[in-house]
């Protein structure tokens, strides 16, 4: 079973809107937890990272907030661009071991 | 400053034949990890090496996959006697140490077997 678990699968926006990411873990110890964006045939691109004491970290329009009490992470979008369509992977990794465990990711399309 | 470099970014081998990955970090960095992504699924770890060491090999299938990364040159996937599922691509990342600092991905290997 996998222990980084994402939602929704999929999800549809139209341009302009907001949107929300999820991603339960159960990985343990747990070191951080990446956001990476993936574009359709290309290799993911982080967007952010946390550690274990961070809450919130922005870049640009994506802001990446961790309950490491809860094990839980979210990925919020604003106004949301066609460009932002492709799959969304959260990312933990164990330990400063270097490896890591992907959730399946969430793919979001963003409409005109 | 070139990033993560993988080729050939589409191999094609029929089954039992071999397939060669390639993949040069960015510059600078000397820990590289492999990856697997199979149609519709997230990614599957399957290998970390340091210059001329393999660190962990947890996620690599026990035979006919191997991986080096040698002193000098790129780091190698080698897939032996390939099956229609090792079809999939194949990432390769890389980073400057261990720990937080972002992994930065190639744009894959997407190996078909017929």
């Known amino acids: 079973k996998n222990q980084v678990e994402q939602s929704p699968q999929s999800l549809i926006i139209l341009e302009g809107k907001n949107c929300t990411l999820q991603c339960n873990y159960t990985v343990s110890p747990f070191s951080n937890l990446r956001w990476y964006k993936q574009d359709t045939g290309r290799g993911p691109v982080s967007l952010t990272i946390?550690?274990?004491?961070?809450n919130t970290k922005s870049n640009g329009r994506y802001t990446a907030t961790l309950d490491a009490d809860t094990k839980q992470s979210s990925l919020h979008i604003t106004a949301s661009q066609l460009s932002d369509s492709a799959s969304y992977i959260c990312?933990?990794?164990?330990?400063?071991?270097?490896?890591?465990?992907f959730g399946d990711g969430t793919t979001l399309t963003v409409k005109p | 400053n070139a990033g993560v470099m993988q080729n050939p970014r589409h191999l094609v081998r029929r089954r039992g034949q071999e397939a060669r990955l390639r993949c040069s970090p960015m510059?600078?960095?000397?820990?590289v990890y492999w990856y697997r992504q199979l149609p519709e699924e997230g990614l599957k770890f399957m290998v970390y090496l340091q210059k001329e060491n393999i660190i962990d090999e947890s996620g690599m299938p026990k035979e006919r996959f191997s991986a080096e990364f040698p002193k000098e040159g790129p780091s190698i996937l080698r897939i032996q006697q390939v099956v229609r599922g090792d079809s999939a691509a194949y990432f390769c990342a890389s980073s400057p140490r261990r720990g937080n600092q972002p992994q930065h991905f190639g744009d894959g290997t997407r190996l078909s077997i017929l």
């Open positions: 510059k600078g960095h000397s820990h």
């Open positions: 990312v933990v990794n164990v330990d400063n071991a270097g490896k890591s465990t």
């Open positions: 946390m550690t274990f004491s961070e």
